[in-house]
């Protein structure tokens, strides 16, 4: 595809539900991140892959966060035991290249999440 | 916590330069800044980065200072659709952690 996608664009769950988000990121590129963006708040780092290996877990909120990545491409976010404070647009993001002059990160438009 | 200071808010004339200054007085050698916009509802998008020399491109221009402690961001003629969140970054090459701060939120006014 021409951007990084993710799916859904919205999701709608109840208390207590586990739910999972997909980033398709920009074929070919290495590095993955995901972000959280509550109302009006600015980007909260939650994690990184380069390829399929999460080198710092550090920012994910809680253990009921988790992420994996796949073949080096698609990744998933899941969210197990939703709270209301989870509702949020979750932002992906992808990088050619780590370890570069040009670690220039292309973000897909989000998934906003409503915890209910 | 975010290793850059921006004002929270600042206002534009249509077809004006907008300049958005960052401070990032704990900048390290290795260290480039990266602006970032956001606009409503989208993700955000890459918009200049630079080492120590300014940087132009087709959407902006950047200036650093010669101690690298600050750097500003100019929009050469602002239109309303410039309007948007605009964040400075500061990170290593292969930094993992990348920290956005609350940016600053351009109001462009016809």
């Known amino acids: 595809g021409a951007g990084v996608s993710q799916s859904p664009s919205n999701k709608v769950t109840e208390k207590g539900k586990d739910v999972e988000l997909r980033c398709d990121p920009i074929?070919?590129?290495?590095?993955l991140y995901w972000y959280r963006q509550s109302l009006g708040q600015g980007l909260e780092f939650l994690i990184y892959f380069q390829g399929n290996s999460a080198p710092d877990k550090s920012g994910l909120p809680s253990d009921r966060f988790s992420a994996e990545r796949t073949g080096g491409s698609v990744s998933t976010l899941t969210i197990q035991r939703t709270q209301q404070e989870d509702s949020a647009v979750y932002l992906c993001?992808?990088?050619?290249?780590?370890?570069?002059?040009?670690?220039?990160?292309?973000f897909g438009a989000g998934t906003r999440l409503s915890v209910l | 916590d975010a290793k850059t200071t921006q004002p929270p808010s600042m206002d534009c004339a249509e077809g004006r330069a907008a300049n958005l200054p960052c401070n990032h007085s704990?900048?390290?050698?290795?260290?480039?800044v990266y602006w970032y916009r956001q606009i409503h509802s989208q993700g955000p998008q890459y918009i200049i980065h630079?080492?120590?020399n300014n940087e132009t491109n087709e959407m902006a221009s950047l200036i650093i200072t010669e101690d690298r402690k600050s750097s500003t961001l100019i929009l050469p003629h602002a239109t309303l659709r410039d309007t948007a969140v605009y964040y400075c970054?500061?990170?290593?090459?292969?930094?993992?952690?990348?920290?956005f701060g609350p940016g600053t939120s351009l109001s462009v006014i016809p």
């Open positions: 074929s070919g590129h290495t590095a």
């Open positions: 993001a992808s990088s050619p290249v780590l370890v570069s002059a040009k670690n220039i990160q292309y």
């Open positions: 970054i500061v990170t290593e090459t292969s930094y993992d952690k990348v920290i």
């Open positions: 704990t900048i390290s050698g290795n260290e480039y």
């Open positions: 630079g080492l120590k």
